[in-house]
């Protein structure tokens, strides 16, 4: 029974050649920031360390034995034609980007959608709630899917706008979570990934690799009250005063648009409302007389 397991595992000269390469997988380490993280991943990179063997981990098999049924399913049950399974995409201009995608929905809502399909026990951590599950793994993942839309944009030669994630938690059948791709936030990941592979080129360990949090859905932002937030109240303040004069009220307009969360639909306090829209437009309304 033990040789099931070695159709999961790379050989060492697969091992060896994917040393070379970024692949989405390492893309949401590196999106971490976490310098313990990256520091194990460099380690992997530059054969300080061997890659672990990751049929020893059970949630791990589990995501990989799950997959064909994961999309078989959602296949058969939405009608999606899922086309390039296992598909591994390089890139011309990034030599170092590599990915091997779980397929491509090629009748997304009239358009290309990448997927991934995924495995959770779907229990939350310590710290919470059952709620906070799902919102987890999107933040987890989504930078693997902007990374393979990436790619399989300059696969097809056109640009893929949305990804999908195939989620079967627990013993439940799968949960589709669509991620809107996001292209600034592509170029930011690109840039961490160049920084790192510079690193693994030169031997040099990797210091202040500086991260940014993954676009918030529309779906998962909220309402902020700033009424506390003293910054906000005196931008707030000086942005009504001077309204009727363009260069200081840009100046004060552009300091509260920084104070926005980036998961906020909107923020308000102190006769502000600043409003988010699903594109991260931001747009300041005055809704009350200050006193």
């Known amino acids: 029974m033990h040789d099931y397991f070695n159709k999961f595992k790379f050989s060492d000269k697969e091992l060896e050649f994917r040393k070379k390469f970024i692949s989405g997988s390492d893309m949401n380490r590196l999106a971490t920031g976490d310098e313990n ?12 360390s061997e890659n ?3 049929t020893d981990i059970f949630p791990v098999m589990m995501g990989l034995v799950t997959e064909p049924l994961n999309l078989a399913w959602i296949s058969r049950k939405y009608g999606y034609e899922i086309d390039l399974y296992q598909k591994v995409l390089t890139s011309e201009k990034h030599k170092f980007m590599r990915c091997t995608l779980d397929g491509a929905i090629m009748n997304y809502d009239d358009q290309i959608a990448v997927i991934d399909a995924k495995y959770t026990d779907g229990r939350p951590k310590a710290d919470e709630s059952w709620s906070d599950v799902i919102p987890r793994l999107l933040k987890t993942y989504t930078p693997q899917i902007n990374w393979n839309a990436y790619l ?6 056109k640009t893929v706008r949305k990804g999908v994630l195939s989620i079967i938690r627990s013993g439940n059948e799968p949960i589709l979570e669509e991620i809107t791709i996001d292209p600034q936030y592509q170029r ?3 840039d961490i990934a160049t920084y790192f592979h510079g690193c693994v080129e030169l031997d040099t360990p990797p210091e202040d690799i ?12 909220k309402p902020y009250d700033m009424a506390s937030n003293e910054d906000f109240k005196h931008f707030a303040l000086n942005f009504i005063q001077t309204k009727g004069a363009a260069v200081a009220n840009k100046e004060y307009e552009a300091k509260l648009k920084k104070l926005v969360p980036k998961d906020a639909l909107n923020c308000f306090g102190h006769g502000i409302n600043i409003k988010v829209s699903k594109n991260f437009r931001k747009t300041i309304e005055i809704i ?4």
């Open 52 to 54: 672990k063997d990751l």
């Open 210 to 221: 500086v991260t940014s949090e993954p676009p918030i859905p529309p779906e998962l932002r």
């Open 37 to 48: 993280i990256v520091y194990s991943l460099w380690e992997e990179k530059t054969g300080r």
């Open 152 to 157: 399989l944009s300059q696969h097809l030669g």
């Open 288 to 291: 009350e007389e200050t006193k």
């Open 188 to 190: 930011e990941l690109i």
